[in-house]
């Protein structure tokens, strides 16, 4: 019932995704093995954000002895300042938006896909689908965008920042 949402988590904290199934597999095991001392009267999802956040804390430290160098972001540092609430609440929003893009139609799920999560430019991206890059900025995305609006506001979540933007998070070019 919660794997999809405690794999969100785990990419949310490390954001590495050669990290995420370590992460996960040994969140289960810890939660598994300490489940006596779980507190019902709290919710789960906070409980097993707080192992997350301990095994990616070790996971750093293990790959900072052995020498191997630590990359921006993959520092046990990094998930300091993220409390559990918080890694739930986006864990919950990725999980609503990808349920919403993948309600959309092949292009348009295409699109997203190469604009937001491979971050090609507009340019790349209207080559890519063989749609006139005008087309693609001023009547498709919108369209794109106001789907995924409706769907989030439908499952009562937030509107990420990127549906604020008139742009997107890459440049146009």
Not at 81 to 106: F, H
Request: charged fraction near 30%; hydrophobic fraction near 40%.
């Amino acid at each position: 019932a919660y794997g999809q949402r405690v794999r969100l988590m785990a990419w949310r904290i490390g954001r590495r995704d050669d990290l995420i199934d370590d992460m996960v597999s040994e969140a289960w095991i810890r939660a598994f093995r300490d489940r006596y001392n779980y507190d019902a009267s709290r919710p789960f999802l906070l409980w097993i954000a707080g192992i997350l956040k301990n095994v990616y804390r070790e996971l750093c430290r293990s790959n900072a002895t052995a020498g191997r160098p630590t990359t921006e972001g993959f520092r046990a540092g990094a998930v300091d300042d993220l409390d559990p609430e918080r890694i739930v609440s986006d864990a919950q929003q990725l999980d609503a938006l990808n349920s919403c893009v993948a309600s959309l139609g092949a292009l348009d799920r295409r699109i997203v896909e190469l604009r937001y999560f491979q971050e090609m430019t507009l340019r790349l991206v209207a080559k890519e689908v063989n749609i006139a890059e005008a087309t693609l900025r001023e009547s498709r995305l919108p369209v794109i965008f106001e789907s995924l609006r409706a769907c989030l506001d439908r499952k009562g979540v937030p509107i990420p920042e990127i549906f604020l933007r008139t742009d997107g998070p890459a440049s146009n070019t």
